[in-house]
C-alpha cells in the first residue's frame, strides 16, 4: 500500500520544504472536527472549541468534510505563500472544475468517487450520482454538495470567509506559538537536501517517506496503491505541528504532489491488559482487517463502501467487521437503512503508537 511519485529526471530545486498558513489551518480544524486522532492535542481542541462563536462554531460544522476524514487537495498548497491570505487569494484562482472535484471527492468519499468528464457542473447524470454519493455519507455532506452545485461561487467565497474567521479566532494566535518550531524543522530539512540528497532529506521526514532504490522515486506509505509524477511541477513538503500523526499526501491528477508531515510524535500510550492486547492482535493479524481500519480511520463507512474500496464482497467484509467488533476496536450506528462502522481510537491507541500512527498516516 503506497503512493509512488515519480521524480525521474526532476532537478533537486524542484523539491521544495516549506511552511504553509493554510495547510496548518487545514491541520487544526482536522483536530477540531476529529479530535480522538490527536490525544495530546485535546485540550486545545476543547479550548478553542469552547470559545467559538455560534456563527463560526455553525460554519465549520457545515463544511467540516473538507478537512474531517481527509483534506480537500487546495487547502494543501503546492505553492505555499507567506501569509494564509495571500495562499487563499491563490485558491480563488482556481477554476471552479478543480474547486469543485476535490470538495466532492472530500464530501462523498475519497476512495469512491471519481469525477471527471461529463462534469457534474454541467451534466444531470454526473451530477445525480454526486448527489447519490454525498447522501450516503450523510444529510450535511448531501446539502453542501447540493449547494455547491447549485451556486459553485457562493460556497467558496462562504468557504473563505469561514477560514478567514478561524483565523481571527484561533489560527493567528496558534501560528505565532508554533512558527520557529517549523522554522527549525525547515531549516533541517533544506540543509539536509542541499549537502546530502533528497535521500537524507526523505529519511528525516518520516520512516513512511522513503527514495526508492533507483532513484526515480518517492514511496509514501499510505491507503492505497497509487501513483502520480513531478514532471513539470515538482514535490512540496510541509510540516506540520498539529497534523501529527498524519501523513497527508496530494496526489490527484491535475495537482501537483504535497505531501504534508508531522514534526511532532503523539505521546506514549498506558499499557492494557495481556489478555485484551491477545484479543486485538489476533484480530490484527489478518491483512485485510488492517486495511479495513486504515479505510476506517479516516471516518465511519458501511460495509458496501468498505467493499467498494477494496474490491470484496459484502459478506467477506462483513465477517472481517464481525472479527474487529468482538476485539472492541470497531462500533456500529444505524442510521436510516445504512449501518455505519467507526474505529474505536482510544482501543486502537492502548495497543501502541506505531500501530496508531500507521493506521491513521
Not at 521544495?16 to 476529529?34: D, I, K, N, Q
Not at 540528497?197 to 522513503?210: F, R
Not at 504532489?257 to 486485538?280: D, H, I, K, W
Amino acid at each position: 500500500m503506497t503512493l509512488r511519485i515519480d521524480i525521474g529526471g526532476l532537478p533537486t530545486g524542484r523539491l521544495r520544504f516549506t511552511a504553509s498558513p493554510l495547510a496548518e489551518l487545514t491541520a487544526m480544524l482536522h483536530v477540531l472536527a476529529a479530535p480522538a486522532h490527536h490525544p495530546r492535542l485535546a485540550g486545545w481542541a476543547a479550548d478553542v472549541r469552547a470559545r467559538l462563536r455560534p456563527e463560526l462554531a455553525e460554519r465549520l460544522g457545515e463544511a467540516e468534510f473538507l478537512w474531517r476524514s481527509s483534506q480537500a487537495d487546495f487547502l494543501v498548497p503546492s505553492r505555499p505563500g507567506p501569509t494564509l491570505a495571500e495562499e487563499l487569494d491563490g485558491v480563488d484562482r482556481i477554476g471552479d472544475e478543480r474547486y469543485v472535484t476535490a470538495a466532492l471527492v472530500t464530501a462523498c468519499g475519497s476512495n469512491r468517487v471519481h469525477f471527471g468528464t461529463p462534469s457534474p457542473l454541467t451534466d444531470a447524470t454526473a451530477r445525480e450520482r454526486a448527489l447519490d454519493l454525498a447522501q450516503s455519507r450523510g444529510a450535511q455532506q448531501e446539502a453542501f454538495a447540493e449547494r455547491l452545485l447549485a451556486d459553485p461561487a457562493s460556497v467558496r467565497a462562504r468557504v473563505r470567509r469561514t477560514l478567514e474567521m478561524c483565523a481571527e479566532a484561533f489560527f493567528d494566535a496558534a501560528w505565532a506559538g508554533i512558527a520557529a518550531q517549523l522554522a527549525a524543522d525547515l531549516r533541517v530539512k533544506n540543509d539536509l537536501l542541499r549537502r546530502k540528497g533528497i535521500g537524507a532529506a526523505l529519511a528525516a521526514v518520516s520512516g513512511s517517506v522513503t527514495l526508492a532504490p533507483d532513484g526515480d522515486s518517492i514511496v509514501v506509505d499510505k491507503l492505497q496503491d497509487k501513483a502520480t509524477t513531478a514532471h513539470g511541477t515538482g514535490v512540496t513538503f510541509i510540516p506540520s505541528v498539529f497534523g501529527s500523526p498524519h501523513l497527508v499526501a496530494v496526489h490527484a491528477p491535475g495537482w501537483q504532489p504535497v505531501v504534508q508531515y508531522p514534526v511532532a510524535e503523539p505521546g506514549p500510550s498506558e499499557p492494557v491488559s495481556l489478555e485484551t492486547v491477545t484479543l486485538r492482535l489476533a484480530a490484527l493479524a489478518h491483512p485485510v482487517r488492517l486495511r479495513l481500519l486504515r479505510t476506517l480511520a479516516r471516518g465511519p463507512h458501511t460495509t458496501r463502501e468498505l467493499a467498494h474500496t477494496w474490491g470484496l464482497s459484502p459478506p467477506e467484509v462483513s465477517r472481517h467487521l464481525a472479527a474487529l467488533r468482538r476485539a472492541g476496536l470497531l462500533t456500529a450506528q444505524r442510521d436510516g437503512r445504512y449501518v455505519r462502522y467507526t474505529l474505536d481510537l482510544s482501543a486502537l491507541t492502548e495497543l501502541g503508537t506505531d500501530l496508531l500512527t500507521a493506521v491513521l498516516r
